[in-house]
């Protein structure tokens, strides 16, 4: 349902940040034409680019980067993803505007985070960001909110957002 809302993939280049073990990875790899997987942690990479299904390799691509920049060369994403990541970037408004210039005129950036209260599953609420907090954060780094959903999950609120 959440990956639907970036619409066709088909000869796109998607950004995953805070790829993990690459469960949205995979999955993004058999629509997009490349995935460019985006962790700052050094095991999740290993751990990653072991997993490659082999149908997948050459369209995969492991980025190891620091909590301060996702590395992504200039316009380089046609969409970008953030998974259960939000909560953990450093100078978030910093952050959103070094995606921004690694996003295409076109791309959308779409953030799938925690909701801010107490849930059954997930990390504790006091590090978690609130919605509204996060469409804030992405006027401020330039996006404009196209989409926001916060009772089609649970526990998580969507954000859609793209290049103004």
């Known amino acids: 349902m959440v990956l639907n809302l970036f619409g066709d993939l088909t000869q796109k280049t998607v950004a995953d940040i805070g790829a993990g073990e690459g469960f949205f990875t995979f999955r993004l790899a ?14 999740a990479i290993a751990y990653l680019e072991s997993s490659i299904p082999t149908g997948l390799k ?3 691509e492991t980025r190891l ?3 301060s920049s996702p590395k992504l060369q200039s316009e380089e994403a046609d969409a970008v993803l953030l998974v259960n990541t939000y909560m953990y970037l450093d ?7 070094k995606v921004n210039q690694g996003m295409s005129s076109s791309a959308k950036l779409l953030i799938n985070d925690f909701k801010k209260k107490r849930t059954a599953l997930g990390p504790d609420a006091t590090v978690r960001v609130p919605l509204y907090k996060v ?13 926001t ?13 793209e290049k103004k």
């Open 30 to 43: 058999e629509k997009a034409q490349k995935v460019i997987a985006i962790d700052i942690s050094e095991e």
């Open 135 to 147: 469409e804030q954060e992405l006027v401020q780094a330039g996006f404009r909110i196209l989409h």
């Open 149 to 161: 959903d916060d009772t089609s999950l649970e526990y998580q609120y969507i954000v859609l957002a």
């Open 58 to 60: 050459g369209r995969v």
């Open 65 to 67: 980067v620091s909590p």
């Open 91 to 97: 100078n978030r408004i910093e952050y959103l505007k």
